[in-house]
């Protein structure tokens, strides 16, 4: 639709993907607006509305059996770094590995369900690199890359350690994460704090909408 209505986006990518992400949000929610409602999930109707503004910020949250915390409230464990695998661009099969550490936790509130995501500290692509068998990340030069996009579902992580010689290396071995539920273990420090803050997401890089008139009336919505 987009390269339709424009047709120089069809020879530009870059300026094509800005346009999907600027403008996807309110399609979806108009889209989904127009359409016979017994024939749209109720999940994707509250997708479609978008998140309320204010949210729930942890330090620390588990999911697929994995323990995870953020960069800044670390101790004695090193559960914020994670992975994520990717295709290059649209259309292609080439699959990416991307490294980070975890910057914050927010727990997205749609009134009738809740979405964590994680929001990442990713290491530039070009900083990655294979050396005896063993993958390095330098996670302290060029990490400016996707700081527009440094957001991703807590359900797509994958989670890793980071291991360095010394403190003057910027250079990481990647060590993959014990199995499942390994949180079960007396391994983490138990002083974690995994309490949950309020956060407005409006101080966020994020599209969200939450106008009172947009409130279901044809469904039960459940707060939890």
């Given at each position: 639709m987009l390269k339709r209505d424009d047709e120089?986006?069809?020879?530009?990518?870059?300026?094509l993907l800005k346009r999907h992400a600027?403008?996807?949000s309110i399609w979806l929610k108009?889209?989904?607006m127009a359409e016979d409602s017994s024939n749209i999930s109720e999940t994707l109707k509250w997708l479609a509305l978008g998140p309320r503004k204010h949210a729930l910020s942890y330090s620390a949250y588990i999911i697929n059996g994995q323990r995870y915390g953020t960069k800044k409230d670390e101790k004695s464990t090193q559960n914020s770094g994670v992975s994520l695998e990717a295709t290059a661009m649209a259309g292609s099969n080439?699959?990416?590995p991307y490294y980070g550490v975890i910057k914050s936790i927010i727990l997205l509130d749609y009134r009738g369900f809740h979405v964590p995501v994680f929001d990442c500290e990713w290491a530039n692509i070009e900083n990655v690199k294979l050396d005896d068998g063993f993958t390095l990340v330098n996670?302290?030069?060029?990490?400016?890359?996707?700081?527009?996009?440094?957001?991703?579902?807590?359900?797509q992580a994958k989670q890793v350690f980071y291991w360095r010689e010394n403190e003057k290396s910027n250079?990481?071995?990647?060590?993959q994460a014990p199995p499942r539920g390994f949180h079960d273990l007396n391994t983490f420090d138990n002083d974690i704090d995994t309490f949950?803050?309020?956060?407005?997401?409006?101080?966020?890089?994020?599209s969200i909408r939450d106008d009172g008139?947009?409130?279901?009336?044809?469904?039960e919505g459940i707060y939890v």
């Open positions: 120089n986006l069809a020879n530009n990518e870059s300026l600027d403008n996807f108009d889209k989904v080439e699959k990416i996670l302290h030069q060029g990490n400016r890359q996707f700081e527009k996009d440094s957001f991703i579902l807590a359900s250079w990481h071995v990647v060590l949950s803050r309020p956060l407005d997401l409006s101080r966020l890089d994020m008139s947009y409130a279901r009336k044809d469904c």
